[in-house]
């Protein structure tokens, strides 16, 4: 079972805005990055945007400023607040934390662009 849950997802129009969420399903260890990926059909999965425990964030080049990944105080959540999205930003989306453990995922929520 996933260890990390996603949510937020749906259809929007080009140009419309989504926020999704992940939280943790049970306790999580010793995590110390959080990302959020992306999987359109027929491509390979891509590292969409990133947030260290000390606040750090890093993006790919093709979200830069029109996404933003934040996360709670007490980092139970994760959230990628998506701006002005494309066609291209159609895709799972899916959260994954980092650990000295190995990798925790869920199972992602589906973001749909389209007119």
């Known amino acids: 079972q996933e260890k990390l849950v996603e949510s937020g997802g749906g259809l929007v129009q080009p140009g419309g805005s989504l926020r999704l969420s992940c939280a943790a399903s049970?306790?999580?260890?010793?995590?110390?990055?959080m990302d959020w990926y992306r999987q359109a059909p027929g491509k390979q999965r891509e590292l969409v945007a990133s947030?260290?425990?000390?606040?750090?964030?890093t993006y790919a080049s093709f979200v830069k400023g029109r996404f933003t990944i934040s996360r709670d105080n007490d980092e139970s959540a994760v959230y990628l607040q998506m701006n002005n999205l494309q066609f291209e930003d159609t895709a799972l989306y899916l959260c994954n934390g980092r650990s000295h453990f190995g990798d925790y995922w869920g199972k992602g929520t589906l973001v749909t662009v389209s007119s």
């Open positions: 049970g306790m999580i260890f010793d995590v110390y990055i």
């Open positions: 947030i260290s425990t000390s606040g750090k964030t």
